[in-house]
């Protein structure tokens, strides 16, 4: 009986390193990476993710940090700490949505979303960076200068962007809540296909658990 007790615990210890050693993906934005009015998290484009990249056999951990209500001022604040808990190898950004809902500066935006980007990679991360586009609320000038920001951001840092994450969701009453901001239930799996053709580069590189053949 000791002995089955020794062997349970070694697996289970065996089990949390294969686990504590894993790739890390972090997902570090706000609602629309939170899973916003969805009944269960589960059914969030970040599970989603985390699961078709187990389906695919990539052995990676997806930790979402992504907080409702987000700008890039607060992620700034917040992502040291994130970095400094996950070790993040790959780090999807998904900020600015709430700036531009805010009419906050956009230079402010861009500085912030740059200096994210320079933390991660500077900690070991690959940045993917989503980009977010707005009503017109605030007149053209505001709208797109704000659209902009992710390119030049993107451009300017080297690394690789989702022009705009909410491509073929954001004019579809069927794929959005009422709100008219946050995808439902059924625009989940866009998201998903939306980030999945930028996010594949960066897994090449990186550890890769082959499916089991048997």
Excluded: C
Excluded at 25 to 35: K, R
Aim: glycine residues 10%; negative net charge.
């Amino acid at each position: 009986m000791n002995r089955l007790l020794v062997l349970a615990v070694l697996w289970l210890a065996a089990l949390s390193t294969a686990h504590a050693d894993a790739p890390v993906i972090l997902v570090f934005g706000d609602s629309i990476s939170a899973g916003y009015g969805l009944p269960r998290v589960e059914q969030g484009w970040v599970a989603l993710l985390q699961a078709r990249l187990k389906q695919q056999g990539y052995g990676y951990d997806v930790i979402n940090a992504s907080v409702s209500g987000e700008t890039t001022e607060g992620g700034l604040a917040r992502l040291p700490r994130a970095l400094s808990l996950h070790h993040p190898e790959i780090v999807i950004l998904e900020l600015g949505g709430n700036d531009g809902l805010r009419a906050l500066p956009i230079a402010d935006m861009r500085s912030d979303l740059a200096r994210m980007i320079d933390l991660s990679t500077a900690a070991g991360g690959k940045v993917l960076l989503l980009g977010m586009r707005i009503p017109p609320n605030y007149g053209p000038t505001y709208t797109e200068q704000f659209s902009r920001v992710f390119a030049d951001v993107s451009a300017a840092r080297h690394v690789p962007a989702v022009p705009f994450l909410l491509d073929g969701i954001a004019l579809n009453a069927d794929l959005m809540q009422a709100d008219g901001i946050h995808p439902n239930e059924a625009g989940q799996p866009r998201l998903v296909e939306n980030v999945w053709p930028a996010l594949m580069p960066l897994l090449k590189g990186s550890r890769h658990l082959e499916p089991s053949s048997h």
